[in-house]
């Protein structure tokens, strides 16, 4: 369980991050703000898992 937890987090992590570059480059605020949302649940469950 714990290590399907931590592969969510990293899939999480990339999306999150592909989707504040994508974003980035098309000038979309909003695409950069789900993608900024991505990204933190994705520490949060990284920080989750590691406790």
Same mark, same amino acid.
């Given at each position: 369980?714990r290590? &399907?937890? *931590?592969?969510?987090a990293?899939v999480v @992590?990339?999306v #999150? @991050? *592909? #989707?504040?570059?994508l974003?980035?480059s098309d000038?979309?605020? #909003?695409?950069?703000?789900?993608? #900024? @949302? &991505?990204v933190?649940?994705?520490?949060a469950i990284g920080? %989750?898992? &590691? %406790?």
């Amino acid at each position: 369980m714990r290590y &399907l937890s *931590a592969i969510v987090a990293v899939v999480v @992590l990339a999306v #999150g @991050l *592909a #989707g504040v570059v994508l974003g980035e480059s098309d000038d979309s605020p #909003g695409l950069q703000f789900l993608g #900024g @949302l &991505l990204v933190i649940g994705a520490i949060a469950i990284g920080v %989750r898992v &590691l %406790r």
